[in-house]
């Protein structure tokens, strides 16, 4: 027969055995019911717009546990909330959420409206290059038209200046060398009345 100080020490035993068993379920319980109820505060958040912005279950850890995972930025934001109740833990990540989105809704306008500035700028550059060419090819073509060619020392647009040597018409003031004839207002084509003018005071010098 088992003396009774041997079958209390055993009793003791089995019950310490016993307790620990369920101290241990009842942990793992607690653990397993822990991450079910992270999971479903995480899906009860709003959803993120922006993958840069899908943070929720991040800040939902730290508010439990204050464990930044590395990243301080979740101190500096969240250090004073640290344990809140769920509810105002979820309103807490919600938010950042929220802003996070509308951070990157903002970008992306400020973005898309330089791009489209620079695409523009790029275009109506494009555009006046083109037109410069055209009207500088017109008057390349005026003023060979009257035996003449462009010569730019009268200024930015530049004038028809006479090609041929001497003076014609020998009369004083009249040589060829300082005739020429403007463009119009318009581009590429001749003043008439400057080129009026120009035959008349340096006769023989334009067709």
């Known amino acids: 027969m088992q003396p009774i100080s041997s079958a209390v020490t055993t009793g003791q035993a089995d019950s310490t055995v016993a307790a620990q068993s369920a101290s241990s379920v009842a942990a793992t319980g607690q653990a397993e019911s822990t991450v079910a109820a992270q999971s479903a505060d995480a899906a009860g958040l709003v959803t993120a717009e922006h993958p840069q912005c899908d943070v929720g279950a991040q800040i939902l850890q730290y508010l439990q546990t204050g464990d ?23 309103a807490l990540a919600d938010q950042a959420i929220q802003q996070c989105d509308q ?7 400020s973005q898309a409206y330089a791009e489209s500035t620079s695409l523009a700028a790029a275009s109506a550059s494009a555009a006046r290059a083109q037109q ?3 009207i500088a090819a017109q008057r390349r073509k005026s003023c ?13 647009a530049g004038a028809c200046a006479s090609t041929v040597p001497g003076d014609p018409s020998g009369q004083p003031g009249a040589e060829c060398a300082s005739a020429y ?4 207002l318009d581009g590429g084509t001749l003043d008439s009345d400057s080129y009026q003018t120009a035959k008349h005071d340096h006769a023989g010098c334009f067709r």
Do not use: C, K, M
């Not at 301080?72 to 109740?85: I, K």
């Not at 951070?103 to 306008?109: F, K, R, V």
């Not at 060979?144 to 930015?156: C, K, L, W």
């Open 181 to 184: 004839v403007s463009f119009s």
């Open 103 to 109: 951070q990157a809704a903002t970008q992306e306008t």
């Open 68 to 90: 930044n995972g590395g990243d301080p930025q979740l101190d500096v934001q969240f250090a004073n909330y640290v344990g809140v109740p769920a509810a105002q833990a979820r």
């Open 144 to 156: 060979a038209s009257i035996g003449g060619r462009v010569d730019h020392q009268f200024g930015g």
């Open 132 to 134: 410069d060419a055209a």
